[in-house]
Nanobody
């Protein structure tokens, strides 16, 4: 399996930006899929953005054009740059990875966007 540690959450005003980081215990190249999900209070966990296989990306419609997922292979880290944040982006953000056939979750980081 792979261990994932998120950082970078916090409180920001609407329209602001945050960058989340996810440090993986294995090289990014060895991980099939890695990315971000989020869960708001009272709601189901939902996909935010993923890097799949050789590097293709997949975004939720609600974040397209505002969020960018990227990876730093040298540091085994995946980032989520979040711009033009909205109050509805408030949630706990979780890093997720599939290594071979096993899925792993990070502990989550809180993002709160005030109006």
């Amino acid at each position: 399996q792979v261990q994932l540690v998120e950082s970078g959450g916090g409180l920001v005003q609407a329209g602001g930006s945050l960058r989340l980081s996810c440090a993986a215990s294995r090289t990014i190249f060895s991980i099939n899929t890695i990315g971000w999900y989020r869960q708001a209070p009272g709601k189901q966990r939902e996909l935010v953005a993923l890097i799949i296989g050789g590097g293709s990306t997949n975004y939720a419609d609600s974040v397209k054009g505002r969020f960018t997922i990227s990876r730093d292979n040298a540091n085994n880290t995946v980032y989520l740059q979040m711009n033009s944040l909205k109050p509805e982006d408030t949630a706990v953000y979780y890093c997720y990875a599939i290594y071979r056939t096993f899925g792993s979750w990070g502990q989550g980081t809180q993002v709160t966007v005030s109006s």
